[in-house]
Nanobody, 124 residues
Framework: QVQLVESGGGLVQAGGSLRLSCAASGYTFNIYDMGWFRQAPGKEREFVAGISWTGRSTIYADSVKGRFAISRDNAKNTLYLQMNSLKPEDTAVYYC?????????????????WGQGTQVTVSS
């Protein structure tokens, strides 16, 4: 069965960095686009970054552009999110997801499988 397992979250001070990983299994990873989302307490889940199945195309939310970098290693079936210059407003549970739709990267309806999430907390 399809499984997505995130790791790498934690507590970091503002200005610090974290690297999230998402290990995929149970399907052919290298033919699916992938995305990262996040959800802060009391807020809706929001798109953070996306990457095409080849890894050649990426897209970012304006709030993280220039600070975060999404990448993938298709040989290892793993998706990454490098987060630099972290801010307290980046505090959230971060989720990776498999994209099946061909439309908006931003809509959760375009994704069919999700990981369990990893907590990122940025202190000021």
């Amino acid at each position: 069965q399809v499984q997505l397992v995130e790791s790498g979250g934690g507590l970091v001070q503002a200005g610090g960095s974290l690297r999230l990983s998402c290990a995929a299994s149970g399907y052919t990873f290298n033919i699916y686009d992938m995305g990262w989302f996040r959800q802060a307490p009391g807020k809706e889940r929001e798109f953070v970054a996306g990457i095409s199945w080849t890894g050649r195309s990426t897209i970012y939310a304006d709030s993280v552009k220039g600070r975060f970098a999404i990448s993938r290693d298709n040989a290892k079936n793993t998706l990454y999110l490098q987060m630099n210059s972290l801010k307290p407003e980046d505090t959230a549970v971060y989720y990776c997801a498999r994209k099946i739709g061909g439309r908006s990267w931003y809509s959760i309806n375009e994704y069919d499988y999700w990981g369990q999430g990893t907590q990122v907390t940025v202190s000021s």
